[in-house]
């Protein structure tokens, strides 16, 4: 097994400040933020979701929207049809079934269209503050490099680190893979000379034996 808590302190000391980098004002806006961040990066979605926001206020102005007009302010974060269709499907649930307010429980949130366990997870730990272990492309690499799940499967590697990760700090770890991905461990060209975890890193170990 990982020495987990030793990992988890050395990314603690490398990115105290990793949070959440999509930019939002209210829970909706989360998730309307995290429904558009798929396929496409946080920088792009936030480029986009300040006039969004602004023509569509609240989940009735999203219930409401026109899909067309909707599909122009998101076409730069790709998928847009698609993504336009599941955000007023979404908000039309959010507001029959459960009154505009974004539910606290995974098993209420994977009803909403466009919404599968990344964005659940998103939405627990950084809304409502709950055990959540967000699977990203980041975190999926990482934990395969690092040997923290063999799955290539996102729910296997979720469940992975769910049975690793203390509870209250499951979210938290999750942003500081994410941080550790884009600074250090890249997809193509991971910095391993440099990494602060490399003497708990499978992918390293392999590299020098
Ligand atoms: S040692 Fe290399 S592969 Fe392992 S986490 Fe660090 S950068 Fe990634």
């Keep these: 097994m990982k020495d987990i808590k030793e990992i988890m302190e050395l990314l603690e000391e490398a990115y105290p400040e990793a949070g959440c980098t999509l930019r939002y004002s209210d829970p909706l806006q989360l998730l309307i933020a995290t429904i558009l961040a798929a396929q496409c990066t946080d920088a792009r979605v936030n480029l986009v979701t300040p006039t969004l926001f602004k023509r569509y206020p609240d989940c009735n102005a999203f219930a409401e929207a026109d899909a067309h007009e909707l599909e122009e302010y998101i076409r730069s974060t790709g998928f847009y049809r698609n993504k336009a269709r599941n955000i007023i499907e979404c908000c ?118």
């Design 92 to 209: 039309k649930r959010l507001k029959d079934v459960y009154k505009c307010v974004v539910p606290d429980n995974m098993e209420d949130l994977l009803t909403l269209a466009g919404v599968g366990r990344k964005t659940a997870n998103i939405i627990l730990g950084d809304v409502y503050n709950k055990p959540a272990v967000v699977v990203d492309t980041h975190a999926k690499r990482l934990s395969n490099r690092i040997g923290l799940s063999k799955h290539k499967d996102p729910t296997k590697i979720e469940m992975d680190l769910a049975k690793i990760l203390p509870p209250d700090r499951s979210a938290r770890f999750c942003h500081q893979l994410v941080y550790h991905g884009r600074a250090v461990c890249n997809a193509r060209n991971p910095k391993c000379e440099i990494c602060v975890i490399k003497e708990h890193c499978d992918y390293y170990r392999n590299l020098t034996e």
